[in-house]
Structure formats: structure tokens, C-alpha cells
């Protein structure tokens, strides 16, 4: 690989669909806000946390990025935390994000969702003004949590609809299937909410039909275990519902051996609205750019490929048709 094809990949514009702000919390970071907070880690170092990183499968990952998030305790530090990833978006050319960031991870150890919300926001709001990156922020259901704590953090959310812009569900996939939350994600709909849900990344391709059809989500986050359905793969082609996909998070959580095994390209060549995005970038081993050169390394990515996937990006997104328009007419 080139550094031609590096900055190439750059410099399209593209927007980020499927990233966890939690998960953009660096070891160096997590350091200084425990200094600040007055908490032990059970590290010495960043290079000692980034060693720790070994992950066997979803539910591994899960258990370390709870426990990481728990530096997290006033405003500023949800700012910082959401402003640092803002900075990675100016240098991997990311023009529009949609993050995610999980309340009741917080909540639940005691932190208010004023806090966590109104720094998340002031980052989001930064990022605009001074950077340029427009955004909008997507509140996340914990799928290992009850329909009645996903309520209660929907009642919670009342006073902030403005911040947001979607709702989605993640953590555990595995015994949580997209039903458990329907009524929630209805009510969510009738707030005006966009909606969306991770689905098929360790779960069955089933969970991609029920999150479509129970869930009325817009987007599939991750979505892969599609192939094993091929009626299901001819229907997101037909209907370009897009997948956020996440490479680098799929072969770090042994969703995939191997780089090389990864369908994105198969499926882009299908026709289907794929996407690339980085998931967990601080536990994962890259940003957005970094992903897209994954595929290059592994799969031989071309950069029309490359193109269509930036350019697939942007037509997933929740910006206006007359934002979409003029991001897609950038590119040449
Ligand atoms: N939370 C953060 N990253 C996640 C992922 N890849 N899958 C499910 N929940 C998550
Ligand atoms: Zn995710």
C-alpha cells in the first residue's frame, strides 16, 4: 500500500455511523481523568491496559469497556473524552458523525444523565464550530439490561431530545433479541426518533429480519452474519438498508480469523449500502482511516471501491437530502 492511496483515503469525505464514545476513551486519557477523579487503576501504564486488550469475543471486550468507563464521572470529562475523538475525525477527513454513547453505563454507577449529556453535547457542539464536523448523537439501549430500564432511560432522555437524534441498541447480542425492545423502540419512534440497531454481528442472521421488521430500524449496525441468508443479502441489496460495518472490531472480537475472510467486498459488489466504521477505535487498534486500509492490505481495496463505500456513507446518514447532495457532489 501507498502513502497515495493512504491520503486518498483521507481526503474523501466521509461520515462516521457506527462508533461508541466509550470506546474512543485511549489508555492515556483514562489515566489522566483517573488522576483527576482520585481513582486506583489496576495499571500501571497505558502500554499495560493496550496489553490487556486480548479479546476471545464480544462479551470479553464488554467486560473491560464497563470497567474503563467508570473514570468517567463529571461533564468535562465526558467533553474531553468526546472532544479527542472530534480531533481523530479532523485528521481521517470525517465530515459528519452519528456516535453512540451507552446512558446507563453511567447512570447506573450513580452518574446523571445531565452530565453525561450536556458534555457529550458541548464536544458535539465544539466539533462544529471550530472543526467544522457536523454531527448527531444517538442514545443506546444496553440489550443486556430490561425493556424496563430501557424505558426508564427513554423517560430520562425526555428533557433532551434536542441533543439527540436516534436511539440504538447495543452490548451482549446473544439471548437478546430484537423483540425484547419493540415496544420501546416504538415509543422512541413516536418521539420522532431515528432508530437503529446492532444486529447480526455475533447474533443470527434472524436478528437482522426482526430488528427490520420489529424495531422499524433505518440501519443495521454491523449486519455481516447476513451472508449467511442469501434471500436476506438480495433484500438489502434491493432495498439498500445500510450496514454499518466495522472491520478492524470484527476481527479483534474473532468474529472473523482473518482480515482476508471479511465479506465488506463481497457484499459492496452485491449491491448492498455498506459501510465503514471504527466501533471501539481505543480497544480496536484504529480509527476510521485505519479501517479503510485494513481492507486495502487484506482485501486488495480499490480506490473506486474505497469511493463507493465513502460515498455509501454519506448516503446513509441521517443529514438532509440537500446535505447528502452536497457532500456527494465533492466527489470527483
Ligand atoms: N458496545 C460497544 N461496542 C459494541 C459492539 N461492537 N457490539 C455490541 N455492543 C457494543
Ligand atoms: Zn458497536
Known sequence: ??????????????????LHL??????????????????????????????????????????????????????????????AYLKHCQQDGVVHTEPFFDPQTHTDRGIAFETVINGIDRALKDGEAKLGITSGLILCFLRHLTEEAAFATLEEAKPYLGKII?????????????????RVFEAAGELGLHRVAHAGEEGPAEYIDTALALLQVERIDHGVRCTDDPEL????????????????SNTRLKVYDDMAEHPILTLLDKGLCVTVNADDPAFFGGYLVENYLALVTALGMTEAQATALAKNSIEA????????????????
Open 317 to 332: 446518514s441521517f443529514l438532509t437530502d440537500q446535505e447528502k447532495a452536497k457532500w456527494l457532489s465533492e466527489f470527483v
Open 166 to 182: 436516534g436511539v440504538g441498541l447495543d452490548s451482549s447480542e446473544v439471548g437478546h433479541p430484537p423483540e425484547k425492545f419493540a
Open 1 to 18: 500500500m501507498t502513502l497515495a492511496t493512504e491520503a486518498f483515503i483521507r481526503t474523501l469525505p466521509k461520515a462516521e455511523l457506527h
Open 233 to 248: 443479502v438480495d433484500a438489502l441489496a434491493k432495498t439498500r438498508i445500510p450496514l454499518t460495518v466495522c472491520p478492524l
Open 22 to 83: 466509550e470506546g474512543s476513551l485511549e489508555p492515556e486519557l483514562m489515566f489522566e481523568l483517573a488522576k483527576r477523579n482520585g481513582i486506583e487503576l489496576p495499571y500501571q501504564s497505558a502500554d499495560e491496559v493496550r496489553a490487556a486488550y486480548e479479546f476471545t469475543d464480544l462479551q470479553s471486550f464488554l467486560d473491560i469497556y464497563y470497567r474503563c468507563a467508570d473514570v468517567l464521572r463529571t461533564e468535562q470529562d465526558f467533553y474531553d473524552m468526546t472532544w
